[in-house]
T-cell receptor, first 113, second 114 residues
Framework: AQTVTQSQPEMSVQEAETVTLSCTYD???????LFWYKQPPSRQMILVIR??????QNATENRFSVNFQKAAKSFSLKISDSQLGDAAMYFC??????????FGTGTILRVKS | KAGVTQTPRYLIKTRGQQVTLSCSPI?????VSWYQQTPGQGLQFLFE???????NKGNFPGRFSGRQFSNSRSEMNVSTLELGDSALYLC?????????????FGPGTRLTVL
């Protein structure tokens, strides 16, 4: 079975600075997708960024980028120029052949002004 | 385009009762997945429906069931409620199938079992 591990229960960052959230996963599948979702206190889960495993290029969405290391099974999220609105729970998620999302335990990101 | 909607947003039930939750996917989306979110177990996959057929099921007891209608709206039902069923239930829709398309989540239904 696939597993996703987020080893940082909580992280803090100063406004305008950069923070990196870690995620590792375990799978024997060769084709899969990886995601970062954000869940603010309002509870609406929002897609932040998506990475296809067959793509070597790291995905980027404005201030959000990933460092995808397929051999190491690592998928970290970098948030640049952090803003107060970035404060939320961040979930790393895996989707393989089973068509279901497997989530990590989440990382609470606090942004200090 | 309207997002995924879930009704009701909040629900309080007592042990032994049953409950039905509803999810309306984004217009044009045909796949609906359900997840349970609890502080102890995190986010866990319940099941996925596509074209009115259940295609995948997670490791939940038979008390948890669902269905999908021809307009892609989905309902999930929990019978004989237990205290441990208290959770946020999230619905997610995708265009054709979750294997290639991104899943978009609704706001969730907060179920409290007393």
């Amino acid at each position: 079975a696939q597993t996703v591990t987020q080893s940082q229960p909580e992280m803090s960052v100063q406004e305008a600075e950069t923070v990196t959230l870690s995620c590792t996963y375990d799978t024997s599948e060769s084709d899969y997708y990886l995601f970062w979702y954000k869940q603010p206190p309002s509870r609406q889960m929002i897609l932040v960024i998506r990475q296809e495993a067959y793509k070597q290029q790291n995905a980027t969405e404005n201030r959000f980028s990933v460092n995808f290391q397929k051999a190491a099974k690592s998928f970290s999220l970098k948030i640049s120029d952090s803003q107060l609105g970035d404060a939320a729970m961040y979930f790393c998620a895996y989707r393989g052949y089973g068509n279901k999302l497997v989530f990590g335990t989440g990382t609470i990101l606090r942004v200090k002004s | 385009k309207a997002g995924v909607t879930q009704t009701p947003r909040y629900l309080i039930k007592t042990r032994g009762q049953q409950v039905t939750l509803s999810c309306s996917p984004i217009s044009g989306h045909r796949s609906v997945s359900w997840y349970q979110q609890t502080p102890g177990q995190g986010l866990q996959f319940l099941f996925e429906y596509f074209s009115e057929t259940q295609r995948n099921k997670g490791n939940f007891p038979g008390r948890f069931s669902g269905r999908q209608f021809s307009n892609s709206r989905s309902e999930m039902n929990v019978s004989t409620l237990e205290l441990g069923d208290s959770a946020l239930y999230l619905c997610a829709s995708s265009l054709v199938q979750p294997s290639t398309d991104t899943q978009y989540f609704g706001p969730g239904t907060r179920l409290t079992v007393l």
